[in-house]
């Protein structure tokens, strides 16, 4: 089983007073965000999920949540074993933001890790 993870933050600065300030986001908010960073995809909301169960969903699942300074996505499309080919339109999400990407699969030792500040970051990893 092992530990996983597949998260992508876009913040305001440190992530993480934006995490211990959360509170519900707004689910017609957050439908629209994740839009703009799957696109061409087909949404269909599923319902609400906690960030201790969701830092891993299944395959073509997404689960986000927009809170003040940042907004936070679980999704395992999102996260990459090269951090250096996050798509344009990711980077641009961040503009003038840090972006923080995290993936982990203890089973087979795999980690990514990367930052982006202000859509300056890995060049090559």
């Keep these: 089983m092992g530990a996983k993870t597949a998260v992508l933050a876009f913040s305001d600065g440190d992530l993480r007073p934006a995490l211990l300030g959360a509170t519900r986001a707004d689910p ?6 994740v839009r703009e960073v799957n696109p061409g995809y087909d949404l269909t909301p599923i319902g609400d999920g906690s960030l ?3 830092v891993y969903p299944p395959d073509d699942i997404t689960y986000a949540t927009l809170l ?5 996505l ?7 074993d090269r951090p250096s080919e996050l798509p344009d339109h990711l980077r641009k999400a ?5 972006i923080v990407m995290h993936g982990m699969h203890s089973v087979v030792d795999w980690l990514c890790f990367a930052v982006w500040e202000d859509g300056t970051g890995p060049d090559a990893l």
């Design 68 to 72: 003040a300074g940042a907004e936070l």
């Design 28 to 33: 017609a908010e957050v439908e629209e965000f």
């Design 94 to 98: 961040g503009a003038g933001r840090r």
């Design 74 to 80: 679980c999704d395992r499309r999102l996260v990459l």
């Design 52 to 54: 201790f169960d969701s």
